[in-house]
């Protein structure tokens, strides 16, 4: 497990640094995140009445009462800043570019003033009006207060930001709010948008005609503005797609921002990457040490956890970012997948050479479709001894080359009678095989089998001319990968194996081939056209055993 906790650390730093690194090159990321914030903003959005801000609106009424839009006579912007002597700030979202070319035709018919003299002389009494300029050109009325009132979008054409400064110039919303006594931070931020109706409007024509009396605007931010489509002065917004949304409200929700001190704050983004990559170790341990339906459902839940926090966030005006956390997410997943694969294969690439030992090809392919806890797991079986008798003897009689060739002859057929019934050469000591049945390949009837094997390899040994027993036992072992770090051998231990050891000695004393245990027996007696015989020889004493245990012998009918 410890191996699995540092893998998981080593995966998880490597999946948030390599998304860090592709995350500079923004293009990977930044479309699917507008797309959510957008989301955010279309399921959030509010209306909230805005008191302090009015619109003065030059809507399709004002064009229909006024006439053309540019016909219109600066006259008209005159006596509506000079009505608007009770505003705390007004400003003029009209960028007066050029003198009007009114006032020279007019002349021929009217001897008045110019009509940019009339304007210029009512900038002149309402000392707190700001007029808008562009980023490369001032309004033709220089000595008056300006902000920059170009609206700043992002690639893909949509406003989400507001400014303060650029180029060391203050932005039109920024010089309002700060005459009307607002601080103004110099970063640029997230624009919390209100919904459209959030500011009052009042049709330009309306105030023009005094139909609003002037104490209305008293103490209040008036932004002189249009809003009909002739005017061209649209744009888009999050929750306001294709251009519909006029540029003036942009403008009184970068003012509402500063007076109020509103916005979408951004979370950083390092601590994104500390929260990230605490939750991909996590991930990486769970699929490093789950089944995959654990995983797979435990980072879904992730997933849609992550989800709904970011958009209760927005909703108290926060603002985290979600495709490079998922991003990091999916690159954890893969990772551990890649790691948890080459693994799994070079375990059982472990197992299929340990077992190949022990098992016909047939078992083996099952027991790699299972593999056993090579840690050691609690398994039901029947395991099997069988022994030359009197084979010191003859070796010590016999040329070397002669009983290497004769015990290998022999051991070869009795791993043909192991396989034959589906059992495992456990181990091969001296001219005594070891065999286990169930066990990690399950069976059945693992002692059937067992006395079937044992049965075939009295009768392959006496062919040999040679002469064997047989123990036999069933019951619980441990099942495992067992020795020292130099060498490590999977086998049975227990006390089922240590007493089939003994009824294979004792075989001899019963005169028999084949002697099994009680649970043996118990097990197989009730079968019905088995092919066996079972002869009860009574009790017999076990070296370290206290009571006496009964004993059958096995032969066919």
């Known amino acids: 497990m410890l191996r699995k906790i540092w893998m998981g650390m080593l995966v998880s730093a490597a999946a948030v640094l390599i998304v860090s690194a592709v995350g500079l090159y923004s293009p990977t990321w930044q479309y699917f995140e507008r797309s959510i914030y957008d989301l955010k903003y279309r399921l959030s959005i509010r209306e909230e009445r805005v008191d302090e801000i009015v619109i003065i609106d030059i809507d399709e009424r ?41 006032s020279s035709y007019a002349s021929q018919y009217y001897a008045k003033p110019s009509f940019d003299s009339l304007l210029e002389s009512a900038l ?12 490369d050109t001032e309004p033709i009325f220089t000595r008056h207060n300006t902000g920059i009132g170009q609206i700043f979008m992002d690639p893909d054409g949509v406003v989400r930001r507001g400014f303060a400064y650029m180029k060391d110039r203050m932005t039109f919303g920024a010089r309002i709010s700060s005459m009307a006594g607002a601080e103004i931070p110099p970063e640029p931020f997230l624009i919390y948008f209100l919904g459209g109706d959030s500011f009052r409007r009042i049709s330009f024509s309306d105030v023009l005609m005094q139909r609003v009396p002037a104490e209305f605007f008293k103490g209040k931010i008036v932004l002189i503005g249009g809003s009909a489509a002739g005017l061209f002065d649209f744009t888009s917004v999050p929750f306001k797609r294709e ?18 001190s509103q916005k979408i704050s951004e979370i950083q983004y390092y601590y994104l990457i500390i929260l990230m990559f605490i939750l991909c170790f996590i991930v990486s341990v769970f699929v490093l040490s789950t089944r995959p339906t654990i995983y797979g459902i435990f980072t879904g839940l992730i997933i849609i956890a992550g989800l709904a926090t970011s958009f209760i966030l927005f909703a108290v005006n926060r603002d985290v970012g979600m495709i490079r956390p998922f991003y990091m997410l999916i690159s954890t997943l893969f990772l551990s997948l890649v790691l948890r694969y080459r693994f799994e294969e070079r375990e059982k690439q472990k197992v299929k050479a340990l077992f190949s030992r022990y098992y016909s090809k047939e078992l083996l392919d099952r027991v790699m479709k299972s593999p056993p806890r090579l840690g050691g797991e609690k398994v039901d079986c029947t395991v099997v001894f069988a022994d030359i008798r009197n084979f010191t003897p003859y070796a010590e009689s016999t040329a070397p080359e002669i009983v290497a060739n004769r015990l290998n002859t022999f051991l070869d057929s009795m791993v043909q009678s192991v396989f034959m019934y589906e059992g495992r050469v456990d181990k091969f000591v001296g001219d005594c095989v070891m065999a286990v049945f169930g066990s990690p390949v399950p069976l059945k009837n693992h002692a059937l089998n067992a006395c079937y094997a044992a049965l075939d390899m009295v009768e392959k040994a006496e062919k040999l001319g040679l002469l064997i027993g ?5 019951g619980e072992v441990i099942s495992g990968n067992f020795g020292s770090l130099m060498r490590m051998e999977y086998t049975v231990i227990g006390d089922t194996v240590n007493l089939a050891s003994r009824l294979e000695s004792q075989t001899k004393a019963c005169e028999c081939s084949v002697l099994c245990g009680e649970e043996t027996y118990n097990r197989l007696k009730s079968l019905e056209n088995s092919g066996l015989v079972f002869t009860d020889l009574g009790q017999v004493q076990i070296t370290g055993k206290k009571e006496p245990v009964t004993v059958y012998s096995i032969s066919r009918t």
């Open 62 to 102: 004002s064009l229909e009462k006024l006439g053309r839009y540019q016909n219109w006579p600066r006259a008209y912007f005159a006596e509506i800043v000079q009505y608007l002597m009770p505003a705390k700030v007004v400003g003029l979202d009209v960028f007066f570019a050029e003198p009007d070319t009114l």
């Open 124 to 135: 002149q009494r309402h000392k707190n009006v700001v007029l808008v300029s562009t980023m």
């Open 243 to 260: 251009g519909t949304f006029p540029g003036v409200m942009v403008h009184a929700n970068i003012i509402n921002n500063f007076i109020n």
């Open 470 to 474: 047989v123990g036999i036992n069933t």
